[in-house]
């Protein structure tokens, strides 16, 4: 499996909650709240460490609350950094697909949340922090993880002299935008828009002819980008559309998007084997090895207050 495929799996489902979750612990939240941390200007309260007390005790797992919460503040400042944006929809999916996979409605989950004092909310916030964390992983994995050429020989060598083939993709991107100011009163309208715009997408050539006459429609050419290359969010559904189709339109921090899909080919040249072996060569115990390692970066560099 690869790194970027393994990290496009929200890590939330991988925790060990199916059982626990069901179990009868119940635990009453604090409704006083203070500030115990600010972890780079974000505040973690009293609050937020009860309930991710009574969150590990639904997961039966050990440790300390207040670390998990530093650790999760960490990594929203990361992912804050990186200019990550998680869409609400995102989470509200995902949070969907878990009680599915529960077996409950979100009703009845939401019911379980809050009786055992987790809230609904705090798993949420969980949630986000877990989607955003992995693919700031991806990123760090992108940067950290170049093989050079020698190596990518050597594992020709080691597969008979056989390069790998990767699809390149000949990618168009559409955003419509819409203003932070106006999300709450525009999104509706701008999402109606581009699944209209997205319907009659047939290719990538008359694309701006869609577009002229729409207020605020960006149309940009991303050029050839080989599978291993895809970013973890949009890796999905541009594998699963045909040249010629588009993604279905997703939330972003600029507005609404979607990608069209001009052209694929089979490619295979030094610089994909690179690529595809060293997506092979990290398997999972890399992963969580990058992980402590980034995370170990990021509180040695924190500005962390303890009030």
Known sequence: MSILRRLAIPAFLSVGLVTPLLSTAFVTAAHASEIKYVVNNIPVTSYDISRRSAFMKLQRRNGSASDAMIEQALQMSEIA??????????????????????????AQLDQILAQSGVTKQHFKDYIRAQIGWNQALGARARAEGRMSEQDAVQRMLEKGGQKPTATEYMLQQVIFVVPASDRKTLMAKRKREAEA???????????REFAKGL?????????????????????????????????PVRETDRGIEFIGICSTREVSDDRVARMVFQNEAVGDGKVDELAKKYLDELRKNARIINR
């Open 81 to 106: 950094r990186l200019r990550i944006n998680i869409a609400d929809k995102q989470v509200d999916e995902a949070y969907a697909r878990f009680a599915s996979g529960n077996k409950l409605k979100v």
């Open 215 to 247: 207020i605020d429609v960006t149309v940009r050419d991303l050029g050839r980008i080989v599978a291993p290359e895809l970013p973890p969010e949009w890796e999905k559904p541009i594998k699963a559309a045909q040249p010629g189709q588009a993604t």
């Open 197 to 207: 715009m997205r319907a009659r997408f047939n290719g990538c050539n008359s694309t």
